[in-house]
């Protein structure tokens, strides 16, 4: 069982920046496939990020291809995502998860999800 809690949310201008992270308990974090998806209200939850196993792979949504960057550490079981250069249409509520095998970008091949954290991005 892998329980994942992100954290580094909240309220930032536009043009601004933060680091989400998701931090996992339980074992064999480095076994697991990583990604970051986004849910706006009244919306599908959309993939935004994934990083494999090792974080030798990454992969991003086109809408956030230079701005954002996902990345892991095994050692402290957590995966970050540095967002840059937010956008209004960026407000979102940032999920992490988790899943076995390679990286995709369907929320229903992930396995364990975090409760979210929000991101507001004012204009």
């Known amino acids: 069982q892998v329980q994942l809690v992100e954290s580094g949310g909240g309220l930032v201008q536009a043009g601004g920046s933060m680091r989400l992270s998701c931090a996992s308990s339980?074992?064999?974090?480095?076994?697991?496939?990583m990604g970051w998806f986004r849910q706006a209200p009244g919306v599908e939850r959309d993939f935004v990020a994934g990083i494999s196993q090792t974080g030798g792979r990454t992969y991003y949504a086109d809408s956030v291809k230079g701005r954002f960057a996902i990345s892991r550490d095994n050692v402290k079981n957590t995966v970050y995502l540095q967002v840059d250069s937010l956008k209004p249409e960026d407000t979102a509520v940032y999920y992490c998860?988790?899943?076995?095998?390679?990286?995709?970008?369907?929320?229903?091949?992930?396995?364990?999800w975090g409760q979210g954290t929000q991101v507001t991005v004012s204009s």
């Open positions: 339980g074992r064999a974090f480095s076994s697991y496939t």
């Open positions: 998860a988790a899943k076995y095998g390679s990286i995709s970008y369907l929320n229903r091949d992930y396995n364990y």
